[in-house]
């Protein structure tokens, strides 16, 4: 079976209440809700682990109702592809390479008490003889009737069907050794949305996902000083991605508006090595 994709370990809690919100890989989108409030948190916020040709990886997603009342929730996987410009898309169906039929999920459906919480597991049996490579899939977490109703009308088509609510959880598998392999093309500016934004141009010439990390000391054009933080989004095996420098925030503060040109420098950093940068971004 040919390995499919296609935001690293993070503790963080991941939740979506009230409102009906959808969760996707760090990456928020909104849908309006018909059915009443989704008070549900999950730890972690994804899940990033290695496994053999063979081989079988358990683990457990932990599910908090952080409401008031019992909720009932279903639990499935789905497809996912992450453009290099940054859209989602996921799917119910099996898209080509899939390795969804590897995943077995401890059960469909789950019930948790008002304010508890609850540890889900799944396991993953990585086929004999499946090439290296990442397998990853999402692990959604939704309101019961609205997830059924996906399942049975869901057909061929992306899963845009109104939701009371959903959490998806990525699981990023490398399968023998695989890794990235990150390359920085090129910096820049350039506007997005509205406004002219330093950027670096990162290539993944690897088998796995990477991601960007650390930090750059920046002067702008009036002698402030602040930090830029690379967007921590994933940059899939083959892809060529811009990512925007963003101004770090102190505290509750809102991030400091800095005037071009500015000077910036300092190393960013991937799961693998780091670049070093010294660059004037006009």
Not at 205 to 216: K, Q, T, V
Not at 261 to 281: N, Q, R, V, Y
Request: with cysteine.
């Amino acid at each position: 079976m040919k390995l499919h994709v296609p935001p690293a370990p993070s503790a963080g809690l991941r939740s979506a209440k009230a409102l009906g919100l959808t969760l996707l890989c760090g990456v928020l989108g909104a849908l309006p809700a018909l059915a009443g409030p989704f008070e549900v948190a999950v730890s972690p916020s994804r899940f990033e682990v290695s496994g053999k040709s063979g081989g079988r990886v358990g683990q457990a997603l932990t599910i908090h109702n952080v409401g008031a009342q019992p909720t009932e929730l279903a639990l499935r996987t789905i497809d996912w592809t992450y453009t290099p410009t940054g859209q989602i898309a996921y799917y119910d169906e099996l898209v080509p390479g899939s390795c969804r039929p590897w995943v077995t999920l401890e059960r469909k459906t789950v019930k948790i008490a008002a304010r508890s919480k609850l540890s889900f597991r799944f396991q993953v049996d990585v086929p004999p003889g499946s090439p290296r490579g990442e397998c990853r899939f999402m692990l959604a977490v939704e309101g019961v009737e609205p997830a059924h109703k996906a399942l049975v009308e869901g057909g061929n088509a992306s899963l845009s069907l109104p939701v009371s609510g959903r959490i998806a959880v990525a699981v990023y598998m490398a399968v023998d050794g695989a890794e990235p392999k990150l390359t920085m093309e090129q910096f820049g500016v350039m506007d997005i949305k509205g406004k002219r934004t330093p950027v670096v141009t990162v290539t993944n010439a690897g088998d796995a996902h990477g991601r960007i990390d650390g930090s750059l000391d920046a002067t702008d054009a009036r002698g402030l000083k602040f930090e830029l933080l690379p967007e921590g989004t994933p940059i899939l095996p083959g892809q060529t991605r811009t990512l925007p420098l963003m101004a770090r925030a102190e505290g509750n503060q809102a991030p400091p508006e800095f005037a071009l040109p500015l000077k910036a420098s300092g190393t960013l950093e991937w799961e693998k090595g780091g670049f070093k940068i010294e660059a004037d971004f006009k």
